[in-house]
């Protein structure tokens, strides 16, 4: 038995875009986009076509897991359900409702969200964090390249647009090159299977300053920062300004190519979030195998 069902996205997406999904025996075969919605007017996106591959992954985690010595242990959602409460009730009446800290990102948007925080207001309050751990920085750069909507004014000593001039000029011998890691059309967070990684992350780099390294097309190179060092492979590519490298998606860090080990344990100088866009590294070639 087939049927269409109307649903949305909730996985990390703003515009929680309109989808329609084909079943069959109770199982979705198919997404497209919703033509009726407001917003997207069925428009959906590579990630979005891709979900099924995660619902389906053969890794995804279906059932509660408590490390154990040996591993993972399968338990029950009431042993999940005891143990949380014990470990809430023991931090409360030891050292207060402050020792117990309750971060909450964005990676569903779905309604049921909202009881989380329902939950620890009932429980008296708890330490919570400020800014972001992901979109602060946009939206900070979003003030300062186009001003604040209430009064109009950049985030600039002028309250004008300002070029920017100096950035980081203290560490720009040892690690010269900015990170950025821009937003991939193929990529969303958790929707990243395994499977899917790469082997080794890509670093995109000017022909300049491939020249000037001596640094080949899809040859390894070693990236430094004040924090770590990461391994990947070198793209050569205009897409790259001179004093920039850029990296748009890693692998995951279990395989050692995980790009937050450049990046450093401190908060940005704008946006009140993780430092991902305030890190500066050095490239070189590596030999060859």
Known sequence: ME??????????????????ARVKNGRVIKLEGNPEHGYTKGFLCRKGYRYLNRVYSSKRVLFPQKKVKSGWKRISWDEVLDTIAEKIKFFQDTYGNGSIM??????????????????FNLLGGVTTIKGSLCSGSA??????????????KFLTPSGKFEFLKEFYKERENEFPFHLLTPLSSTWLLSLILEEEHPDIPQAFINPNIARQKGIPDKSRVLLKSISGELIAEARVSNIAREDTILISHGTWIKKGGGVNQLTQDLISTSGN???FYSTTVSIQALPSA
């Open 3 to 20: 049927k269409t069902v109307i649903t949305t996205s909730p996985a990390d997406c703003p515009e929680n875009c309109g989808i329609i």
């Open 102 to 119: 309750h971060f909450q990102g964005a990676s569903s948007w779905g309604a049921t969200k909202q009881l989380v925080k329902r939950f």
């Open 139 to 152: 939206r900070a750069a979003q003030e300062a390249d186009m001003g604040a909507f209430e009064d109009k």
């Open 273 to 275: 979030m993780a430092a």
